[in-house]
């Protein structure tokens, strides 16, 4: 019987980030790369999850075999990377031949670009008080990335959503 899909489920077990928003009030922002680690998708990681065969090569899931797939076998069509952590979610389709169709990253609870911080901590936003954020990524291409700050203060809830540079942008939802 001739296998259409091989799905690859991975559950990505890695060191979770936790980060206290109290670095939003005084801006000591840490080191994004001492962070970076903790994340399986990174921008060291960036370029490989592009393909399958760097994926299978360098295999950063910590507690999965990938040599036992098998590229351009005629028996499977696509293949599906699936794995999620307390802090990250990935999904990514590739073609038999490890090329890339689509993916979908999103990292919740993470640290934020220092624009980032910056612009929460001044002018309208500065009485807000950030209580969760996350950042979404397609493809694995740096040039999507948006973050997504939810803040609140007193009662109100309120969400804002910046692009790689730290602008703030706006989202038809």
């Known amino acids: 019987m001739l296998i259409k899909n091989i799905i690859i489920s991975t559950f990505i077990l890695l060191l979770t980030t936790s980060v206290t928003f ?12 001492a962070f ?21 090569e ?22 599906m990377v699936e794995g999620s952590s307390e802090n990250e979610e990935l999904k990514a389709v590739y073609l038999a031949n490890g090329t890339l ?6 990292q919740r ?15 309208e936003l500065e009485s807000w008080t950030m209580i969760e954020n996350e950042l979404n990524i397609k493809n694995f291409d740096e040039t999507t ?7 609140k203060r007193d009662n109100d809830v309120r ?13 038809n939802i």
Do not use: W
């Not at 970076?36 to 299978?56: A, G, H, K, P, W």
């Not at 360098?58 to 069509?77: M, V």
């Not at 990335?145 to 803040?151: A, D, E, H, N």
């Not at 969400?159 to 989202?171: A, K, L, Q, S, T």
């Open 22 to 33: 109290a670095m939003q009030s005084d801006l000591k922002t840490p080191d994004e790369a």
């Open 36 to 56: 970076s680690y903790q994340l399986t998708v990174n921008e060291n990681s960036m370029e490989c999850f592009r393909t399958l065969q760097c994926l299978i």
């Open 58 to 79: 360098e295999n950063p899931f910590k507690n999965s075999n990938l040599d036992q797939i098998r590229l351009n076998n005629s028996r499977a069509q696509r293949f």
């Open 101 to 106: 169709v689509e993916a979908s990253v999103t």
């Open 109 to 123: 609870n993470i640290v934020l670009p220092r624009k980032i911080y910056e612009k929460l901590a001044t002018g």
């Open 145 to 151: 990335k948006r973050y997504k700050v939810v803040l």
């Open 159 to 171: 969400v804002e959503y910046f692009d790689r540079y730290g602008e703030r942008i706006h989202i």
